[in-house]
């Protein structure tokens, strides 16, 4: 009893002013409607404060969920993004080959559904095949006419095509406004460079030049980029060169391209391989 008296007494004017302070600020809250309508506004602050704070301290606890919500929605705007680009790519080029007009070749698109780089044997797989259009012997280009390979199989929805970036690939190529050309083909080294070999010792090839198709191939245009020289040098008997070309077409990164047809092959091929042609051929024997 004796310790309640004394706690008592140490704590009465604390107690006895806040009751004090209590009955005033009571008593002039309700002295006027002005008074009351200002400490209505105050104590509104005060609370608003309080739990602006602590809405503070919630949100920055959920700041790792929103996060993640946000990263997802990001991630399916760019999936939405890839699709969007990728059906103006095809309508961008389908759009400037139609621009093109009527010609000894027929030019259409395509995706690459497979690709591979790190063989001695490289194919590249296409979305389309007989039923839409596409035939053997097809020239395949990157999406910036590059020349990048060409259809040796197809099925009634698909397309194989040799890559450039394959052993067996063979095409004629050409210095850029010259009339030098030699043999195209992949030595199975680097997934950047090709071989333009057999080159006249009189072409001077320069680092930085040009190296486009002749026209002389059978399943490319004249003047389809190839690469650029990368360095040149002559062989052991000094009679032609060998030349590194650096790729123009970015093999590791295929995913759309061009596909053109030479509509005069057939018949090309038809007269090469006529009755006359063939007498002519063995009467020089």
């Known amino acids: ?31 006027t409607y002005y008074t009351q309508a200002r400490l209505l506004a105050r104590s509104n602050q005060v609370v608003g404060g309080v739990h602006g704070v602590f809405a503070g301290v919630r949100h920055y606890f959920s700041l790792g969920r929103e996060n993640r919500e ?21 309508a961008r080029l389908d759009g400037y080959m139609q621009d093109i007009g009527v010609s000894k070749y027929r030019i259409m698109t ?64 050409k210095l850029a406004g010259s009339d030098y050309f030699g043999s195209i083909y992949w030595d199975g080294g680097d997934q950047h460079t090709v071989v333009l070999d057999e080159l006249s010792k009189y072409a001077d090839p320069q680092p930085g030049q040009e190296v ?9 245009p004249a ?14 008997t000094r009679t032609a060169y060998r030349v ?3 790729l123009a077409a970015e093999m590791t990164r295929l995913t759309d391209v061009i596909l053109v047809e030479n509509r005069d092959l057939t018949e090309v ?6 009755e006359k042609v063939e007498q002519h051929t063995r009467q020089n024997r």
């Open 1 to 31: 009893m004796r310790k309640l008296l004394e706690f008592i007494r140490s704590v009465y004017v604390v107690v006895l002013f806040v009751a004090l302070e209590a009955i005033a600020i009571s008593y002039y809250a309700h002295s």
């Open 70 to 90: 946000l990263l997802a929605h990001v991630a399916r705007m760019k999936e939405r993004l890839a699709l969007y680009e990728e059906a103006e790519t095809a």
């Open 110 to 173: 395509a995706s690459v559904t497979s690709n591979t780089v790190n063989r001695a044997q490289n194919l590249i797989v296409l979305n389309r095949g007989r039923r839409d259009g596409v035939a053997e012997e097809m020239a395949v280009l990157s999406s910036d006419g590059a020349m990048a390979g060409y259809v040796v199989d197809c099925t009634e929805r698909y397309a194989v095509a040799m890559s450039v970036l394959n052993t067996s690939f063979r095409a004629s190529g």
């Open 212 to 220: 486009v198709t002749t026209g002389f191939s059978q399943y490319f």
């Open 223 to 236: 003047d389809v980029l190839i690469g650029w020289v990368e360095s040149a040098h002559l062989n052991e």
């Open 244 to 246: 590194h070309v650096r």
């Open 269 to 274: 091929r038809e007269l090469q391989n006529s």
